[in-house]
């Protein structure tokens, strides 16, 4: 079913190219799509009683309904849930979809206590890779705009917020970890221990070289430093102040698990904010590669699979028999080691080739936000 071929013929004579999006109905007919390629299959022109199943004609009313993606049903079968009963439907004229379930027959709308939503508020994710963290899309799109530029827009972000972002992307792949191995690894590539402890060297550094450029006072004749909230005697630095924060380091160093490297960054991150403020030390050029890495490959996923992009033929990633998605990935496992600004940079290439226009973009999805707080 997923299989895309050049084109697809459908009723009225529209022809859908590959990853083209067919329009939404006014509401006042039923049809079924594939979610991939867009093929609409053959209904009945109207509603009649099976034996098995759900009943659907043109007439339903339905809007258009979406069949389930394979690797979604592998998701939730993975969850302990049967997902040859969930489909959605799009909403007639509000471009919302609407989760829907069978059951005798007929079909019915997920309410809030259905298995499948308790299974993702208690553990609970279910994998769905198609939503490809949309919202680093964004996140990228506004600092492409920015006035400084993206590098300034995430420089104004603060030192404090590397580590934040750090600890929360962490607690985030430990829970990955064994349930959803593919995303796990997509977000590791570039947030990883490795990159924990090149930050954790980098704050002490930092934290050294600014505690030795302190004034000095002095107390019974002995130099001493203020050092936020402490006085620390100018020989007793090293010992005060950077042995601790080298032996959580090491703790980072020696974390075997994604839940251990969580729990050691999560303690680094505590001490260095218990041991004063940080808000001037520069954030750590590796991570924001590692920034960089992470945002171009989200927001390359996303083009490519919801605004008809192309993968940029310039490149040396690029081989016709490959589709985009095989060239994105075999460009993010290269440039995955500190060459996260490359990635960026194709990212770039991709956006101009392919004609985005980034302000509207960020117009409409403002629009699409403000029409659903009315809503609410």
Not at 133 to 150: A, E, K, N, P, T
Not at 206 to 226: F, L, N, W
């Amino acid at each position: 079913m997923a299989t895309t071929k050049k084109t697809t013929t459908v009723k009225k004579s529209t022809t859908v190219k590959k990853n083209q999006t067919i329009p939404v109905t006014d509401g006042t007919e039923t049809r079924v799509m594939c979610p991939v390629c867009g093929t609409e299959f053959a209904i009945g022109e109207h509603e009649h009683a099976v034996k098995k199943g759900v009943a659907i004609g043109k007439d339903s009313g339905l809007g258009d309904i979406y069949l389930p993606v394979s690797k979604r049903g592998d998701a939730l079968k993975a969850a302990g849930i049967d997902p040859s009963k969930y489909f959605a439907i799009q909403i007639p004229g509000g471009g919302e979809q609407m989760m829907m379930k069978t059951g005798d027959g007929k079909a019915v709308p997920v309410s809030d206590d259905d298995p499948i939503l308790e299974a993702i508020r208690k553990g609970g994710t279910v994998p769905n890779r198609s939503l490809f963290r949309r919202w680093v899309m964004s996140q990228v799109f506004h600092g492409l705009m920015s006035r400084g530029g993206f590098t300034q827009w995430l420089t104004w972000h603060g030192y404090d917020y590397q580590w934040e972002m750090l600890v929360e992307e962490l607690r985030v792949q430990a829970k990955l970890y064994g349930k959803d191995m593919e995303n796990f690894e997509a977000r590791n590539r570039w947030f990883n221990r490795e990159l924990a402890v090149t930050m954790a060297e980098d704050y002490i550094e930092q934290m050294e070289a600014d505690a030795k450029s302190r004034p000095t006072h002095k107390c019974k004749g002995v130099p001493y430093i203020k050092f936020f909230r402490q006085n620390v005697f100018v020989t007793d630095i090293y010992k005060k102040l950077v042995e601790p924060m080298v032996r959580l380091k090491a703790a980072i160093f020696n974390a075997k698990t994604p839940q251990k490297l969580y729990e050691a960054v999560k303690a680094f991150s505590k001490a260095r904010m218990q041991g004063g403020n940080s808000g001037n030390y520069k954030q750590c050029a590796e991570w924001k590669d590692a920034y960089k890495g992470m945002g171009a490959y989200a927001t390359m996923q996303n083009l490519l699979r919801f605004h008809g992009c192309a993968f940029p033929n310039a490149n040396e990633f690029y081989h016709a028999r490959l589709s985009d998605l095989q060239m994105l990935e075999n460009a993010a496992k290269t440039y995955a080691d500190g060459e996260g600004w490359r990635l960026f940079g194709l990212m770039k290439q991709m956006i101009e080739m392919n004609g985005i226009d980034i302000k509207a973009k960020m117009a409409a999805w403002a629009l699409e936000k403000k029409a659903k707080g009315l809503k609410r």
